[in-house]
C-alpha cells in the first residue's frame, strides 16, 4: 500500500499526474461527483436555513468503497480541479471518506510535472467559500427546476403530448427567452429595399477598379435615374487619402471564446468543444479549459517569445498582458494556452489536434506585434452627377501576428477589402460597367450555439462551466432544435450600364437559408410565454445576472450563502403558490385563427404529440373535427389565417405522387421528419427538404440512393453466439449489435458495421453482458423476472418491465424477494 493517495475526478488525469509522481504515490479517480442531491426528491429543508441531504450515487458506491480502504493507510491529498466545482467535489470526497479537516488540498492548471510538484509543495486546505458558492448554485437550481417545473406540469395544456417532459431552470429558461425574443424579432421586422450602385472600372495593364456610391436610392426610379445620367459621362480621381492603420491580436482564449472561435472555424459544437479541451487539459497538453481570465504566466509569457523569435523573428514578438474583461470572473486564473509552445502538434485524434493548432495558434499570436496597415480611399468623380462613387483596399506593410492567425467573427455579411492598383489625383477612368441593384434589409440573425454563449457572457448569465450543459439541456428538453433550413427565393430588380446603353438586368435569389442554428420550437415559445406572464422576474435578464453576482459573493466569502439562497426563494415561493392557484392556461397551445368560409367551422393551429396542427371544428361538434399536420417547425404562434387557408385548400399530407414497381409512392410527414413510403418501406427526405415539394421523379431518385447505398446491406445476420442469434444492424441512434433481445450500440468510428468480424463482435457482447452486470445489486433465481439494480437516479426494482423505486428506509441488497413483490405490488 503507497504511503499517500492521491484522488482526482477523471482516469486520464490520473493516469497522466501518476506518471509524474514516485513510488510512494497512488493516484485514483473519483470519476466526477461522488455525492449530490437525491434524484426523485427535492433534497433541500427549506424549513431549516436550506439545509442539503447528499446521496452517495448508487453507481459511486463501489468508488467510494475502494477509496476508503485506500485512504485508511494512506496519507490523501485531494486534487480535484482548480474552480468551484472541483472544490465541492473534494469536500464531498471528505465527507464521503471520513477524512479530516486538515486533509491536504493541491490544486494546479495545468498538468505538467513542473505543476504538479510546485503543488504538492504548497498544499492548502478545502476553500469552503468556493465549496458554499458551488453548493449555493446547485440549491438554487434545484428549488427552480423541482419547484417550477410541476406548475408548468399542471398549467399548460399541450393537446396529448406528454406534460411531464416540461421542465424550467434558472439559466435554462432565460436561454430559451433570448432565442424565443430573437425569433419574435425576425418574424416582425419589416423588409425594405434599395439600390445599391457599384461600378467597375478599367485601369492600366488590365487591372479593374471596383467603387460604390456611398448612399443607396431608395427607388427603382431614382437608380434608374442615376444610370441614365451616367451615360457618357467622365470619370476621374478627385481624392486619394492613404490612412496608415494597426491591428492588434485577439486576447488569448477564455472558455466563451474558445466555444466561439471553435464554432466558426472548426464548425465545432459548444460541448464537443469542451470536451475535447478536456482530453487536451487531461493529457497535460493545455491549462484548465474552464476560465475567464485572459491572462498569461510570465512563464507563459517566456515561452511564446522563444518560440515566435525561434520561427519568426525579433522583430515578430511584442510580449502583452491582458486583462480580464469579465466582471464575475471567478479567481484568478490564466487563459486556456498550450503547456509547451514548444509542441506545435497534440492530441489523440484528428479533431483534438485541431483545437490544439487553434489554441496554440492564438496564444502565440497575442504575444506577437501588430500587423500595419495601409488603408486606401479613392473618391471618383463623375461628369454629370454631383455624387462621387468610393473605391477602398488595403495593403498589408507587416504582417505582424497575422503571418499567424485572424479571428472570425459572426458578421454573415463582412467583406475583404482587396488591394487597389495603382492610382494619382486627376486620373481618368474608364467605365466597363455600373450596376445598380435591388438590396433588401435583413432582421437580425438566428443565435447558432457560439453567438449564444457570447451573448450570455454579454449579459452575465451562466459562467464557463455552465454554457454547454445550459445548451444541452435546452436541446434535450426540445425547447430549442438547432438544424440547417433551407431558404426561399424571391425576384430583385437590377439595371446594368454597359457600352453607355442602360439594361434591365434583373433576377432570382435565394435568402434565407440557416446553417446550424438555433430556432424555438412550439413547445419552447408555450413554455417560455408562460414563464414570462408568471414568473418575469425568475428569467429576467438583469436579475439572473444578478444572482451571478451573489454566487461570486459568496465565492469571496462576503455573503453567506443561506442568506443568498433566502433573498431569492422568499419571492420566488410566493410566486409559485400565486401560479398553483390559478387555472390551467388554455390558449398557450392553441391559436384560434378564424372561420372556414367553406364549413363555417372555427379553424385552429394547435400543438399535439406529433406536432404541430390545423384543427377545423370543435372536438364537441356532433361531426368529428378534420385534422390537417402542418410542417415541422410551423410555429402556432405566428400562423394567420391567411397561412392557413393555404395549407387547407394546398396539398395535404399524406401525398400520393403515383405507382413505382406496381405500388403507390406516398410522402408523408412522421415524428422523425419527412419521409418516401413504398412497398412497406421507409425513406427518409434530405434534411430541410420540403416534402410538398418532393415530385414522383424526386422520390424514385431518393429510394435508388438509399437502395445504392452500401449500409442497405444492413441488418448483417451475424455467426450465433452461445446459440443465440446476432445481428448487426443500423437504427435512429446509428448502427447496433442485436444479440437475442440485447442491444449494444457500434462506435462507427471504432467498428465499421459493415466489416465488423464475428471476434469483435463476440468481444462487444463480452463488454455489454458485463456491464449489465454490475449493474445487478441481487437477482432471485426462483424468479427471474425480478431484479434488483443500479440507475442513473439511484438503485431500484425491475419486475418485468416495471421499474418499482425502493423507499429510503430499505436497503436495496438486504431486500427479498418478498419484499420486492410487495413493492411491486404497492
Not at 12 to 33: M, N, Q, R
Not at 684 to 698: A, I, S, Y
Request: hydrophobic share 35%.
Amino acid at each position: 500500500m503507497s504511503k499517500n493517495l492521491v484522488i482526482v475526478e477523471s482516469p486520464a488525469k490520473a493516469k497522466t499526474i501518476e506518471g509524474y509522481l514516485g513510488k510512494d504515490f497512488t493516484v485514483k479517480s473519483s470519476f466526477g461527483h461522488i455525492r449530490d442531491l437525491p434524484g426523485k426528491d427535492l433534497g433541500v429543508d427549506v424549513d431549516n436555513n436550506f439545509m442539503p441531504t447528499y446521496e452517495i450515487s448508487a453507481d459511486k458506491k463501489k468508488v467510494v468503497a475502494e477509496l476508503q480502504k485506500m485512504a485508511k493507510d494512506a496519507e490523501v491529498w485531494l486534487a480535484t480541479d482548480d474552480d468551484r466545482e472541483g472544490e465541492a467535489i473534494s469536500w464531498h470526497l471528505k465527507e464521503a471518506l471520513g477524512l479530516k479537516d486538515d486533509t491536504k488540498r493541491i490544486v494546479f492548471r495545468e498538468i505538467t510535472k513542473n505543476a504538479i510538484l510546485k503543488a504538492m509543495e504548497t498544499p492548502r486546505s478545502i476553500d469552503f467559500n468556493l465549496v458554499n458558492a458551488q453548493q449555493a448554485r446547485r440549491i438554487l437550481d434545484r428549488l427552480v427546476g423541482f419547484q417550477l417545473s410541476p406548475v408548468l406540469w399542471k398549467k399548460i395544456r399541450l393537446g396529448g403530448a406528454d406534460r411531464k417532459n416540461l421542465s424550467a431552470g434558472r439559466v435554462q429558461s432565460v436561454a430559451v427567452r433570448i432565442i424565443v425574443e430573437r425569433e419574435r424579432e425576425i418574424e416582425n421586422f419589416v423588409i425594405t429595399s434599395s439600390f445599391r450602385v457599384v461600378a467597375v472600372f478599367e485601369v492600366e495593364k488590365g487591372k479593374k477598379l471596383k467603387a460604390e456610391l456611398g448612399k443607396n436610392f431608395e427607388t427603382e426610379g431614382e437608380a434608374l435615374k442615376f444610370l441614365e445620367d451616367c451615360i457618357g459621362a467622365i470619370y476621374k480621381i478627385n481624392n486619394l487619402e492613404v490612412k496608415p492603420s494597426k491591428r492588434v491580436p485577439a486576447a488569448p482564449f477564455t472558455t466563451s471564446t474558445l466555444q466561439q472561435e471553435a464554432s466558426r472555424k472548426l464548425g465545432f459544437s459548444v460541448s464537443q468543444t469542451m470536451t475535447l479541451a478536456q482530453r487536451l487539459y487531461e493529457s497535460g497538453k493545455i491549462t484548465y479549459m474552464r476560465t475567464d481570465s485572459t491572462n498569461l504566466s510570465q512563464d507563459a509569457i517566456e515561452g511564446a517569445k522563444s518560440q515566435i523569435e525561434k520561427a519568426y523573428g525579433d522583430e515578430f514578438v511584442k510580449t502583452r498582458v491582458y486583462k480580464t474583461k469579465s466582471a464575475g470572473a471567478q479567481e484568478a486564473h490564466e487563459a486556456i494556452r498550450p503547456t509547451n509552445f514548444g509542441e506545435q502538434n497534440a492530441g489523440d485524434d484528428r479533431n483534438q489536434q485541431r483545437l490544439y493548432d487553434l489554441i496554440w495558434k492564438r496564444s502565440i499570436a497575442s504575444q506577437m506585434s501588430d500587423a500595419i496597415i495601409e488603408r486606401t480611399i479613392a473618391k471618383i468623380g463623375i461628369s454629370s452627377r454631383p455624387e462621387e462613387l468610393t473605391a477602398t483596399g488595403e495593403v498589408i506593410k507587416f504582417e505582424g501576428f497575422l503571418k499567424v492567425y485572424l479571428e472570425s467573427t459572426d458578421d454573415e455579411d463582412e467583406e475583404n477589402k482587396d488591394m487597389l492598383p495603382p492610382l494619382k489625383v486627376g486620373q481618368a477612368l474608364d467605365l466597363d460597367e455600373m450596376k445598380a441593384t435591388e438590396r433588401f434589409t435583413k432582421p437580425a440573425a438566428r443565435y447558432t450555439e457560439a453567438s449564444l454563449v457570447k451573448k450570455l457572457e454579454e449579459l452575465g448569465i451562466g459562467r464557463p462551466s455552465t454554457y454547454a450543459p445550459t445548451i444541452s439541456t435546452i436541446i434535450k428538453r426540445t425547447y430549442v432544435i438547432k438544424e440547417d433550413r433551407v431558404g426561399d427565393s424571391r425576384d430583385y430588380k437590377a439595371y446594368l450600364l454597359k457600352n453607355d446603353v442602360v439594361k434591365e438586368n434583373s433576377g432570382v435569389e435565394n435568402f434565407g437559408s440557416e446553417k446550424a442554428k438555433l430556432f424555438p420550437t412550439n413547445l419552447g415559445m408555450i413554455v417560455n410565454d408562460y414563464l414570462v406572464e408568471h414568473f418575469k422576474d425568475v428569467i429576467d435578464y438583469q436579475f439572473t445576472a444578478h444572482v451571478e453576482d451573489e454566487f461570486d459573493n459568496v465565492a469571496e466569502g462576503k455573503l453567506p450563502w443561506q442568506k443568498m439562497i433566502d433573498n431569492f426563494y422568499v419571492d420566488f415561493h410566493k410566486k409559485i403558490s400565486e401560479a398553483e392557484g390559478t387555472e390551467a392556461e388554455k390558449g398557450l397551445s392553441s391559436n384560434e385563427l378564424g372561420i372556414d368560409p367553406k364549413s363555417g367551422k372555427k379553424v385552429y393551429a394547435r400543438i399535439g404529440k406529433f406536432g404541430p396542427y390545423l384543427q377545423i371544428g370543435e372536438s364537441t361538434d356532433e361531426e368529428k373535427p378534420e385534422f390537417i399536420s402542418l410542417k415541422r417547425g410551423t410555429l402556432i404562434g405566428s400562423m394567420s389565417f391567411e397561412d392557413a387557408m393555404s395549407v387547407i385548400k394546398g396539398p395535404k399530407l399524406p401525398l400520393e405522387l403515383g405507382l413505382f414497381e406496381d405500388d403507390m409512392l406516398v410522402v408523408n410527414e412522421g415524428r422523425y421528419g419527412p419521409y418516401v413510403r413504398h412497398n412497406g418501406k421507409f425513406y427518409n427526405l434530405e434534411k430541410g427538404e420540403d416534402p410538398f415539394g418532393v415530385t414522383k421523379e424526386r422520390a424514385i431518385e431518393i429510394i435508388e440512393l438509399k437502395r445504392n447505398d452500401p449500409s442497405s446491406a444492413l441488418p448483417r445476420e451475424m455467426a450465433e453466439y452461445k446459440g443465440e442469434p446476432v445481428t448487426i444492424g443500423k437504427g435512429r441512434f446509428g448502427p447496433y449489435i442485436k444479440y437475442g433481445s440485447k442491444y449494444i450500440n457500434l462506435k462507427v468510428k471504432e467498428d465499421d458495421p459493415l466489416t465488423i468480424d464475428d471476434a469483435r463482435v463476440a468481444e462487444l457482447i463480452e463488454a455489454g453482458l458485463q456491464a449489465d452486470a454490475n449493474k445487478i445489486i441481487k437477482e432471485f433465481p426462483e424468479n427471474k423476472n425480478v431484479q434488483v439494480l443500479n440507475g442513473r437516479y439511484g438503485a431500484y426494482i425491475k419486475v418485468g418491465k416495471r421499474n418499482v423505486k425502493i423507499p429510503k428506509d430499505q436497503k436495496p441488497e438486504e431486500l427479498t424477494l418478498e419484499d420486492c413483490l410487495k413493492l411491486a405490488d404497492g
